[in-house]
């Protein structure tokens, strides 16, 4: 069997083991971007499956000081930029440093972890709180008309006056109340870039320990609405720890699932 897969220069067939060999370009050599399995990660590279990127991602907290190819930074982008949110309203936002004082900067306000300077590239993730204002709001809900999405909506989503009242109408609210909501949003949009990451044999960590938002916005101008969710350091690894320990899937369910004893599916032990 053998599946379809978008490419810049249209469909093409992939082999049924999922890899795509993508049109990215590197202005490195291919030997030189090999990642720990081996695969290369040059000029039409082999990406890990969105399966292998899950199960090889680490917390990668050593990184070699090889640069990042433009290329790649640009593929966890829009990877980051492709994530579903609630009304579509994207309220990620991304500040790619490479310049080491910047780095610097982020390494001190992020209780100095000294290996986000040490990554070539830092992402700091954020959310941008006025995409929940009322006009952010009419734009999709017209977006979702426009795009024909509207008809396939179902229960109170279907009528119009619930999206009037609940979003449309009325006074202006305080941005705040929509905090968790934008980093809810923010953190799905930045575990893709993070995986993407992984697929392209460069290492990632999720950092919270993060710079307080108001040192953000004086550092770098960000206006009062932009609120800092994450910083991604990114680089490709020297050291990649061994898997951390997970819970047992039994251990996340709810209600017994009958399949699990038939099925084991345990990744680590
Ligand atoms: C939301 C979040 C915040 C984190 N913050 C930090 C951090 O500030 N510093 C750090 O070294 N690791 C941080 N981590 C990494 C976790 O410690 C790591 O993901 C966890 O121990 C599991 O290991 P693994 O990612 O290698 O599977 C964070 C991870 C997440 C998801």
Redesign the pocket.
């Known amino acids: 069997m053998s599946f379809k897969a978008h490419t810049e220069s249209g469909e093409e067939s992939v082999p049924p083991d999922g890899r795509v060999s993508t049109p990215v370009h590197s202005t490195r050599g291919t030997d030189s971007l090999k990642n720990d399995k081996g695969l290369s990660q040059g000029r039409g590279h082999t990406m890990l499956t969105v399966r292998e990127a899950i199960r090889e ?5 050593k990184f070699k000081p090889d640069p990042v190819p433009d290329e790649y930074i640009l593929e966890m982008l829009e990877a980051a930029r492709l994530a579903p949110s609630g009304h579509n309203r994207q309220p990620w936002r991304f500040l790619v440093v490479t310049d080491p004082e910047e780095k610097r900067f982020i390494e001190d306000s ?2 100095h ?1 000294h ?1 986000i300077g040490e990554a070539p590239v830092v992402f700091v993730c954020a959310a941008d709180l006025s995409a929940f204002s009322k006009l952010s709001e009419r734009l999709r809900y017209e977006e979702f008309i426009e795009y024909g999405v509207f008809d396939t909506f179902s229960g109170d989503l279907t009528d119009h006056a619930y999206w009037e009242k609940g979003f449309l109408s009325g006074p202006e609210p305080d941005p705040r109340a929509f905090a968790g909501a934008a980093l809810a949003n923010t ?1 799905i949009a930045i575990e893709h870039l993070v995986l993407t990451a992984t697929a392209l044999g460069l290492g990632t ?6 710079p307080a938002t108001e040192a953000l916005q004086k550092r770098f101008g960000w206006p009062e609405h932009i609120m800092c969710a ?2 991604i350091p990114c680089g490709y690894p020297a050291f990649l ?1 061994s ?2 320990p ?1 819970l047992a899937l039994e251990e996340l369910l709810l209600r017994p699932l009958p399949m699990v004893a038939s099925h084991p599916t345990i990744l680590y032990s």
Do not use: E, G, H, S
């Open positions: 991602r680490r917390a990668v907290r992020c209780r972890q290996f953190y960590c999720w950092v919270q320990a993060r994450a910083v720890p898997p951390r997970r």
